[in-house]
């Protein structure tokens, strides 16, 4: 059995948490959002099938957008398999600075992420904002950007800020959001792998497509294999956003037995790089 760290997973406390997204008539407008609606937590993670999961990286979910450290409280509370936390932080806020002394109080935090999406290149040209990603680079604390790739302009804007703050780890969430193999992404995906500190997760494949499969996910992540190099590309889940479409265990499957990598690709993919990356302390 591969032994594996997720770096891109969410757990659910719907008795404590707001999750405001999960609830109707909230952004992503999706009809079969009910499937995920209920609390997750360390113990689904279990049913991994063909993957001994040793670790993870848990990605904010909504928990308490006003008071981010909530959802840090209640998962080093909780868990007990070595983790690391990507804490939800507003880089519009006046308040970013507060926040993040009030984040760097919990031993599990590594990084922030706030979701740029369609907003991409407007927030990454606004001079505070940059001034904020600044912080968190002096801080050395991760910097998780999900945007759709697709978009030039997007891509452009968070090069820029990039080439201004060389030491900014970046992370690029969901490939990019690619809804296929195209060109403007894939001069976005080349166009950010000069950046020795960008480094990217292949997951949400759930999200643009429910029918998703390994076939038609791999030269996808073939591609950003080749641009960025096998030590800055990693898989993950997605989970439990990739229940709308699949088990953990067939996400799992689908990664380790359908896509056929070779031992060492394999070992880099789901384990080497997100230890290093995200500082998990795992032998």
Same mark, same amino acid.
């Given at each position: 059995?591969?032994?594996?760290?997720?770096?891109?997973?969410?757990? !659910? &406390?719907?008795?404590?948490?707001?999750?405001?997204?999960?609830?109707?008539?909230?952004?992503?407008?999706?009809?079969?959002?009910?499937?995920?609606?209920?609390?997750?937590?360390?113990?689904?993670?279990?049913?991994?099938?063909?993957?001994?999961?040793?670790? !993870?990286?848990?990605?904010? *979910?909504?928990?308490?957008?006003?008071?981010?450290?909530?959802?840090?409280?209640?998962?080093?509370?909780?868990?007990?398999?070595?983790?690391? /936390?990507?804490?939800?932080?507003?880089?519009?806020?006046?308040?970013?600075?507060?926040?993040?002394?009030?984040?760097?109080? !919990?031993? /599990?935090?590594?990084?922030?992420?706030?979701?740029?999406? &369609?907003?991409?290149?407007?927030?990454?040209?606004?001079?505070?904002?940059?001034? +904020?990603?600044?912080?968190?680079?002096?801080?050395?604390?991760?910097?998780?950007?999900?945007?759709?790739?697709?978009?030039?302009?997007?891509?452009?804007?968070?090069?820029?800020?990039?080439?201004?703050?060389?030491?900014?780890?970046?992370?690029?969430?969901?490939?990019?959001?690619?809804?296929?193999?195209?060109?403007?992404?894939?001069?976005?995906?080349? +166009?950010? *792998?000069?950046?020795?500190?960008?480094?990217?997760?292949?997951?949400?494949?759930?999200? !643009?497509?429910?029918?998703?499969?390994?076939?038609?996910?791999?030269?996808?992540?073939?591609?950003?294999? +080749?641009?960025?190099?096998?030590? +800055?590309?990693?898989?993950?889940? &997605?989970?439990?956003?990739?229940?709308?479409?699949?088990?953990?265990?067939?996400?799992?499957?689908?990664?380790?037995?359908?896509?056929?990598?070779?031992?060492?690709?394999?070992?880099?993919?789901?384990?080497? &790089?997100?230890?290093?990356?995200?500082?998990?302390?795992?032998?």
């Amino acid at each position: 059995m591969s032994r594996v760290i997720d770096p891109h997973l969410h757990l !659910f &406390n719907l008795e404590e948490g707001d999750y405001r997204w999960l609830q109707e008539g909230h952004a992503p407008e999706w009809s079969d959002k009910n499937k995920i609606r209920r609390s997750f937590n360390e113990s689904d993670l279990s049913q991994s099938g063909s993957a001994d999961i040793v670790g !993870f990286v848990h990605i904010e *979910a909504g928990f308490d957008n006003s008071s981010p450290w909530r959802e840090l409280e209640w998962l080093e509370s909780h868990c007990e398999l070595p983790f690391r /936390s990507i804490a939800y932080l507003d880089l519009t806020s006046d308040s970013f600075g507060e926040h993040l002394e009030k984040l760097k109080e !919990f031993s /599990s935090l590594v990084g922030v992420r706030y979701i740029l999406d &369609n907003a991409a290149q407007a927030v990454l040209s606004d001079p505070n904002v940059i001034k +904020r990603l600044e912080m968190l680079s002096d801080n050395q604390l991760i910097f998780e950007a999900q945007l759709s790739l697709p978009d030039q302009g997007a891509s452009c804007a968070l090069a820029d800020v990039m080439q201004q703050l060389p030491n900014l780890k970046v992370v690029i969430n969901h490939c990019g959001s690619p809804l296929q193999l195209n060109e403007q992404w894939m001069h976005s995906i080349t +166009r950010l *792998a000069h950046h020795p500190e960008c480094s990217i997760k292949c997951s949400g494949w759930e999200m !643009f497509n429910r029918d998703w499969s390994a076939e038609q996910a791999k030269p996808i992540i073939s591609f950003a294999i +080749r641009q960025f190099g096998l030590t +800055r590309v990693m898989l993950a889940s &997605n989970f439990p956003v990739s229940e709308l479409t699949c088990t953990y265990a067939e996400v799992w499957q689908r990664y380790l037995k359908e896509m056929k990598w070779k031992g060492f690709e394999k070992d880099m993919l789901i384990f080497e &790089n997100a230890k290093r990356i995200y500082q998990l302390d795992i032998d």
